[in-house]
């Protein structure tokens, strides 16, 4: 028992006695409760954001890096709408994140007020569960299974909606410590069955979920099968002195051939892996259709056990040496592969490195092998706008390590407005953007659907340089001091700085 | 029958048929087709948006101008999540609106692709009609449906989610031409009822829907009732020399003692009031509880019709005549009252005003009735971010009249990359930005909904000051000429320079 709290604060030390102490909001009148109790359990974090889209991709963000969930308030139907594209990604991701929404209070959802929707409706879209309150003494308890949803494994969206009435009124009830589920260890029998056709041959090990960490990726390669990662990780342990396990190409041209060989394929915590489009006269799934599927460990289970389990006995394998590469310093013009190099060579030990460079992306990453050890967070769900959301969270959950948000020009105008969070806390992230001002992906597609079609209609759908965007002057409309290179000298310099001074900083990389 | 062409051209021509010849899009991959057609059926425009809730308040934003649906086109269902909010909008405006979804091909709809989602669940959210294409010789056919629905009457936001297979694959398919439903007139007993009531006294009308125009006000007025608008319309006939019938007031402590007297309250293409949101001990309900409520016209019915029937035969009245004003040229600090008076001495005959002020807007209006005779486009579902985009709408659907945003830098952000389209197109709007630095209207809620909390948590989430946002950059950024006016001799005389000159223009007016 409780002295009686309103709704609000019995949500709020439900939420902080169950670790979840961080909250990217964008409060409206239905949440004032909510705001206000933030004054009483201090121990809970708001942090603004200025779109809703930033606000579920900093949770997204957050909860890559420790695994456990930040939470959103976001206000009604639509504000929850704003941020439900960030939601898809995090989902994909299996990032667990605790969505608290606001609703009407019970007496006003009889009325078409301008605000009224169908809140759950929009929440099952990229919630694995969804909750409403019953009353003001089932906040608390329904916050405590929230998060239990959100826990997972693996984790959830898991999203609560709490009439404004039952946030204004007072209990004495909190929420119970919520129970988290353990992952399991597969069943020794499943082990079996993958090392046998290791033994066999043509076995390859694919990599997702939480098991693309140095311990998973050592393990996997210490079992001699060839090991490959799965895109739609939150987060890769990448760079020199780990096992270097490719990712499967992004175009199905690139990627069937990539699996040709392929007889098993062992699945960890991922599932076979599909093309990110649909393409004329071209299949889904790229493994070959007859190779075997053996899954070593599903979604639930703990797949780095798994992977130790199967690598047991095997000896320690050598990890290739990957000679550091040197920041380019000389006039030329940027380019895509000089800005990847530059990249990789300054990047320090540790880093958290937010990927949305959509066209740019896998020549980058292809550099980026050779840098100091560091995580990347790749794009999950597709769902353009991540990136700088996805880095804000990713400096509040780890303000030690440097954040690099490295970001295409189309991607990054879905949420600038992260960058004013970022500057309201002096957030550790430097921002690259790759400015080629065009949405460069399309140009590619546009001939691989076989749409193949040239002209003026085409072009103002694909270029987005008339006018150019000015990437240093919206990050300092923002309050985030930003500079532009063109060549690989300016873009070394800038970069190099940033790596040296904490806060947040972006520079615009002019790209061809 | 036609030579055959994809289903994506198909869709194309028959929009082209039914008069739907602007598209606001933000296409991708699974679109590819549509942009290829858009080189084949020159009569639609394509406008490209950098972020889709540009797209969707911008299609409202036309609607509200033409009454004619633009159609959008968005990529799958996260690229119609961004753009659901200002659907909720639109939908709430009763806005005709046709929104194209593409979706993956349907042969990879049976994978678990990164952008796999339920687009059909995303629509339902905002859309009074959903269509998934059944085949390629269907695209046209449910094009054809689809524009019915969107026309309604009233309007409605109506989808159409396409596989990208049907879209390109071959058709000889054309949609046909959209029957229109006309609006009726309601039958003679409901206009006797509602001249009984005026007889009897104590009678307000309450205009909403598309009566909100001159005929219908002037009709209003001519009844001897006394007149009153509904906030929740799409556009409102404003300004001197017409019939003056105030909005009902945003606040429950306003609206119910302006209501308090009608005793029979007459209603036309609206329902009764209720406030925006709901407040501890106040109800929802604006009018009082016993008064009668007598539906002269329904949202499908002919409203200005219905009011010509009820006035037939009352002599015209007078409109008291309202001075006009003049601008502020003093070197004093902007207030929200002088901006608004400067506004109103300055804005053009014929203007197209579009509003998303929050906090300022009941002053501002409240000048804007001196102001030359304009259309005023107000907030209708209360989602944020409206207008920018529906300025953008506007200034594409009405080449020849000035646009004027009168906008909140709060609710801004939200949408601000509609400032690119408008630059890229040139399109003949003056922005105006009321930059007071909070989200003003939450310390006014605050207190209002009995939270009334103050400290640092608090103005954490109410403060968008820290750092201060640049509008003078965010919009050079854009590619929008841009100034700062902080007195009341510098906002008028950027303000009469960008009502003198065409093209994009945005000016931060700062507010205390």
């Known amino acids: 028992m409780l002295p009686r709290v309103t709704g609000a604060e019995s949500l709020l030390r439900t939420l902080a006695a169950n670790g979840v102490d961080t909250c990217f909001m964008n409060p409206g009148t239905s949440e004032m409760h909510f705001v206000a109790a933030l004054e009483r359990v201090p121990s809970v974090r708001g942090f603004l954001c200025l779109f809703e889209g930033v606000c579920s991709g900093a949770a997204d963000g957050y909860a890559r890096v420790t695994g456990n969930p930040a939470a959103t308030l976001l206000h009604l139907g639509p504000g929850l709408a704003n941020g439900l594209a960030n939601f898809h990604n995090a989902r994909k991701a299996r990032s667990p994140i605790v969505s608290i929404v606001g609703e009407h209070a019970t007496q006003h959802l009889k009325v078409e007020a301008p605000l009224t929707s169908d809140i759950a409706a929009f929440a099952r879209t990229v919630s694995d569960a969804v909750r409403v309150a019953s009353g003001t003494d089932d906040v608390g308890p329904a916050a405590s299974a929230t998060v239990e949803s959100a826990w997972g494994p693996p984790g959830q969206v898991a999203t609560l909606i709490i009439p404004a009435d039952y946030s204004w009124s007072q209990t004495d009830v909190v929420g119970w410590a919520a129970q988290r589920r353990q992952r399991c260890v597969p069943s020794g029998c ?169 066209s740019s992306a896998a020549k980058v990453l292809g550099h980026l092998a050779a840098a100091a ?120 310099m800038q970069f190099e700085d940033a790596m040296k001074r904490p806060g947040p900083r972006l520079i615009e990389a002019v790209l061809p």
């Open 190 to 358: 499943t082990i079996d069955r993958a090392r046998r056709a290791i033994r066999e041959g043509g076995a390859a090990i694919l990599l997702g979920g939480t098991a693309v960490n140095p311990r998973g990726l050592s393990a996997a390669g210490r079992t001699g099968a060839r090991v490959v990662t799965a895109r739609n990780v939150g987060k890769i342990a990448w760079g020199r002195d780990r096992f270097p396990a490719a990712q499967v190409p992004y175009f199905p041209e690139s990627a069937m051939p990539f699996l040709q060989d392929v007889r098993s394929l062992i699945l960890v915590e991922t599932e076979p892996p599909v093309s990110f489009f649909a393409y004329p006269d071209t299949p889904s799934e790229m493994a070959p259709a007859d190779c075997e599927k053996i899954v070593l460990a599903t979604r639930e289970q703990d797949g780095t056990a798994a992977l130790d389990a199967l690598a047991d006995g095997m000896p320690p394998i050598a990890i290739p040496t990957v000679e550091p590469v040197t920041a380019l310093r000389d006039d030329a013009a940027l380019t895509v592969d000089s800005v990847g190099v530059s990249i990789a060579a300054l990047v320090p030990l540790n880093a958290l490195v937010a990927d949305e460079m959509v």
């Open 373 to 492: 050890p560091h995580e990347f967070m790749p794009v999950t769900g597709g769902a353009i706008g991540q990136g700088l959301p996805v880095a804000l969270g990713a400096a509040v959950a780890a303000p030690d390590r440097k954040v690099i948000a490295l970001e295409a020009d189309g991607s990054g105008m879905y949420t600038l407005q992260a960058l004013w969070t970022m500057a309201r806390h002096r957030l550790d992230v430097t921002v690259v953007i790759f400015a080629n001002r065009r949405y460069r992906i399309l140009d590619i597609e546009m001939k691989r659907t076989g749409a193949n079609a040239i002209g003026d209609a085409v072009n103002n759908a694909i270029d987005i340089g008339r006018p150019r965007l000015d990437w240093v002057k919206l990050s300092e409309a923002c309050g985030v001091e930003a500079t532009r290179a063109a060549t690989n000298r300016e873009f070394a």
